[in-house]
């Protein structure tokens, strides 16, 4: 029996762009990629390398990706393919509240940009994406939450036929 109750949000993650990446204080001159993480335990995904880009790298890879209820952040990092194997440039941490909650339309599509920080916490750069929780269509969910002041799981409106009521949660 399908309750309608999920345990995680699916998100539509578009990894766009890079600025001003630096490895070792040397500008990026080329294999630029990033890697997507949703939790520390999750696997990760990986954009396409950008061969040509330099510091200012161009992906726009986009991503379907599991995020769940307990996590609180989408890990980016972003790093470069090198001779001697990945070089390390800069990662952020994305909160949650920054594409889930609020007073937007479900379904609306936050373009976002962040600064790297490289490994000692300095900026070394700035990743641009774009995040949208999506409905699920198969099965009628709706993952996105409009207002931050009501906790409410999403109901399956093809199988529930009964009134559904939330209480405000603080």
Not at 137 to 154: A, H, Q, R, T
Request: overall charge positive; proline content about 4%.
């Amino acid at each position: 029996m399908n309750t309608g109750a999920t345990s995680h949000h699916v998100l539509e993650i578009t990894v766009i762009s890079g600025e001003d990446l630096f490895v070792s204080r040397r500008r990026v001159k080329r294999n630029a990629f990033v890697v997507l993480r949703t939790d520390r335990n999750s696997s990760s995904q990986r954009t396409k390398i950008d061969k040509d880009g330099g510091s200012y790298p161009l992906w726009n890879d986009k991503f379907n990706m599991n995020f769940p209820m307990h996590a609180r952040h989408i890990n980016i990092e972003v790093q470069c393919k090198t001779a001697s194997g990945n070089s390390f440039i800069g990662s952020v941490n994305i909160p949650k509240t920054d594409f889930l909650g609020g007073y937007v339309p479900h379904g609306y599509l936050h373009f976002l940009s962040y600064r790297l920080r490289d490994r000692r916490g300095k900026r070394n750069g700035i990743i641009n994406i774009s995040v949208r929780v999506k409905r699920d269509e198969k099965v009628g969910l709706d993952y996105g939450f409009s207002n931050p002041c009501s906790s409410v799981m999403p109901v399956d409106y093809k199988v529930s036929t009964s009134i559904v009521m939330g209480v405000p949660i603080n």
